[in-house]
């Protein structure tokens, strides 16, 4: 047999089996719908658990965001990679709300899976339904948009509209990044990872890997105006608006809400696996609902009464006053 003969044999017997692994890979794939997997506590797992919600100090820290306007949205002028649904770019005002300081985590979520008796998350798999101890102060993912709706509300809290989001990410100057002007790079956010075999996005049995996320409180040096970490990167986070990409058009310059209705609700902020291009405060998207993937989670966000205005700013006087005496 010639050199080319045994050459040719063996490219033909590669692609044969490469094809073969594909159809195995692709029928497999087809199959995964993590709405369908459940993870079962065992009765030394739930206990563990128990241990860990009276024990471990959680990161569920709240900021003020001030009432008043901000840009929202984008202009192709200052940002060439602006998509249709972040057009035109609008004045908002929005009344004073707090918002989460960080995502929210595995370990506050599991305070909320035990006092609501739900099951473990299909990646708590350690110590009979928990996560590694490392894990802790993961943000929480593989969470629909109504499991969020219903953690926030459980914790006296309510999902961020997209408006209150954007505004708590980037302040008021229509800045392309938390942080300013510069892109975004590793230094700054948790971003264009692949994880362990390639993006989640090109290949659905990778949603059952544990992906390459990171602590809820990494890079202090990307916060956002009002001290928010991790507004992109990490894991893009849902929103309570209903999502329409057209909606900039005719949405109202005073505490939008987004639409009344759809089939899809609103994410924000990139997940460790997006590109630059979608590594920004202005960039939205929408998903179905029921959608459990392991790039995306929330935090929540609250209303401010006047009232309660009014008792954290008598806070503030008396140290102003203060500083004032000592000059």
């Known amino acids: 047999m010639s050199e080319k003969t045994s050459s040719t044999r063996g490219w033909v017997c590669r692609t044969l089996l490469m094809i073969g692994a594909l159809a195995v890979m692709s029928q497999t794939a087809g199959a995964l719908d993590t709405q369908d997997i459940t993870v079962d506590w065992t009765e030394a797992g739930k206990k563990l658990a128990a241990e860990r919600v009276a024990n471990w100090k959680t990161k569920a820290e709240m900021v003020m965001v001030p009432a008043g306007e901000f840009l929202m949205g984008s202009d192709k002028k200052t940002d060439r990679l602006a998509y249709r649904s972040e057009i035109p770019q609008h004045r908002v005002y929005l009344d004073a709300f707090e918002i989460g300081k960080y995502e929210v985590t595995a370990l506050e979520y599991l305070k909320f899976v035990l006092a609501t008796n739900r099951s473990p998350q299909l990646d708590w798999r350690y110590d009979g339904g928990n996560f590694q101890d490392s894990m802790a102060h993961h943000p929480i993912m593989h969470v629909t948009w109504y499991d969020a709706d219903a953690y926030c509300k459980w914790a006296g809290q309510r999902l961020p509209?997209?408006?209150?989001?954007?505004?708590?990410?980037?302040?008021?100057?229509?800045?392309?990044?938390?942080?300013g002007q510069e892109y975004a790079g590793p230094t700054r956010a948790n971003f264009g990872r692949t994880g362990l075999s390639g993006p989640v996005r090109d290949r659905p049995e990778r949603l059952l890997l544990y992906p390459p996320i990171?602590?809820?409180?990494?890079?202090?040096?990307?916060?956002?105006?009002?001290g928010l970490y991790q507004t992109i990167g990490n894991v893009a986070e849902w929103v309570a608006d209903w999502y329409n990409p057209d909606y900039y058009k005719t949405a109202p310059d005073r505490n939008p809400q987004g639409p009344e209705a759809g089939t899809q609700k609103a994410f924000r902020g990139g997940g460790w696996m997006d590109s630059t291009t979608t590594m920004r405060v202005a960039m939205r998207n929408g998903t179905d609902?029921?959608?459990?993937?392991?790039?995306l989670g929330f935090r929540c966000a609250r209303s401010v009464s006047e009232n309660q205005l009014s008792i954290k700013t008598s806070h503030v006087r008396p140290a102003l006053s203060l500083l004032e005496a000592e000059h």
């Open 161 to 179: 509209t997209e408006a209150e989001w954007e505004k708590a990410a980037r302040g008021s100057d229509g800045r392309l990044f938390p942080w």
């Open 289 to 295: 609902p029921n959608t459990k993937i392991n790039w």
């Open 214 to 226: 990171i602590s809820v409180d990494k890079y202090e040096n990307a916060l956002s105006p009002y």
